[in-house]
C-alpha cells in the first residue's frame, strides 16, 4: 500500500478504529475506517486452516491441501478450496488408510496392498485437479473407488 497516504490519523489516545479517516489515492481523497484499513488487510483473509484449506502468503505463493475419496479411481475429479490466480504447479496425494500399505495378517509373508495415487490435469486448470486410485492387491493393480487420501498443492 505504497500509493495510499494516510492525511489525517487521529492521534493514538483517540483510535477506536471507527473514526473516518481522510484517504488519498492517486489524487483522490476518500474516507474509511481504520478498522476497513485492517481488516481488508487481514492474514485470515488469506488462509482457511482445516483438514481442507489454504494459505496464501505474500509473495502470492498459494498452498492448499485436503481429504477426499475416489469415485471409480480412475481420473476423478476434485475442487480446489480457493482457485489459483495463475497456475498449479504440482498435486500429490498419498494414502488415509495406513492398512493399505500393511500386511492383512500377523504372518511377515502376508500379502501388501498398497494404493499407488496419480494426479492428472495439474496445469491446466486453475480450480480442479483430477486424481487416479490403483490398489495393488496380490499383485495385481486395478482402479478402485471408496479409496480415502489426503492431498497437497502449490501453485500462484
Known amino acids: 500500500m505504497s ?8 492521534t493514538a489516545t483517540n483510535i477506536t478504529g471507527n473514526e473516518l479517516t481522510p484517504l488519498v489515492h492517486n489524487g483522490v481523497t476518500s474516507q474509511a475506517t481504520i478498522a476497513s ?3 481488508s488487510q487481514s492474514p485470515s483473509n488469506l488462509s482457511a486452516l482445516g483438514s481442507s484449506g489454504y494459505q496464501q502468503l505474500p509473495s502470492g505463493l498459494i498452498m ?4 477426499n475419496t475416489s469415485v471409480t479411481g480412475y ?4 475442487t480446489f478450496p480457493i ?11 498419498d ?7 500393511s500386511g492383512t ?3 511377515a509373508s502376508s500379502v501388501a496392498n498398497p ?4 494426479a492428472s490435469g495439474v496445469g491446466s486448470s486453475l480450480t480442479q485437479f483430477q486424481i487416479s486410485a490403483v490398489r495393488i492387491t496380490n499383485g495385481v493393480g486395478a482402479y478402485q473407488g471408496g479409496l480415502a487420501f489426503s492431498w497437497f498443492s502449490i501453485g500462484v
Open 115 to 118: 494404493t499407488i495415487y496419480g
Open 83 to 93: 482457485a489459483f490466480k495463475q497456475q498449479c504447479f504440482f498435486v500429490i496425494a
Open 37 to 39: 484499513i485492517f481488516a
Open 3 to 10: 500509493d495510499i497516504k494516510i492525511s489525517a490519523l487521529p
Open 95 to 101: 494414502e488415509r488408510n495406513s492398512g493399505g500399505w
Open 105 to 107: 495378517g500377523a504372518s
Open 75 to 78: 481420473l476423478d475429479t476434485f
Open 64 to 67: 492448499q491441501w485436503g481429504i
